[in-house]
Nanobody, 124 residues
């Protein structure tokens, strides 16, 4: 059974930084893509970033390009999301996810396994 556990969320002022981590277990971590998604109150869950199995390719939603960086350490079964220059509109619950397939897709509907989420709050 795949388990994903996020950590690293919190309250930060606008312009600050946070680093989210997601520890995975239950299957061969290094084989599959990993994604970060977020959901703000009253809004649908949206794609933030995705990374291929070996870290060779990444994609980001336009609103975080140049500010967020996704990375992974396959030796530690962990994926990270470094978030810099945070803005109040980044406030949301952040989820990591993985999927049964190998393609690094961006739709939340394509992901099969989800963590419990970690709250990120950015004050103005």
């Amino acid at each position: 059974q795949v388990q994903l556990v996020e950590s690293g969320g919190g309250l930060v002022q606008a312009g600050g930084s946070l680093r989210l981590s997601c520890a995975a277990s239950g299957r061969t971590f290094s084989t599959y893509p990993m994604g970060w998604f977020r959901q703000a109150p009253g809004k649908e869950r949206e794609f933030v970033a995705v990374i291929t199995w070996n870290g060779g390719s990444t994609r980001y939603v336009d609103s975080v390009k140049g500010r967020f960086t996704i990375s992974r350490d396959n030796a530690k079964n962990t994926v990270y999301l470094q978030m810099n220059n945070l803005k109040p509109e980044d406030t949301a619950v952040y989820y990591c996810a993985t999927r049964a397939g190998l393609a690094a897709l961006i739709s939340p509907r394509e992901y099969d396994y989800w963590g419990q989420g970690t709250q990120v709050t950015v004050s103005s």
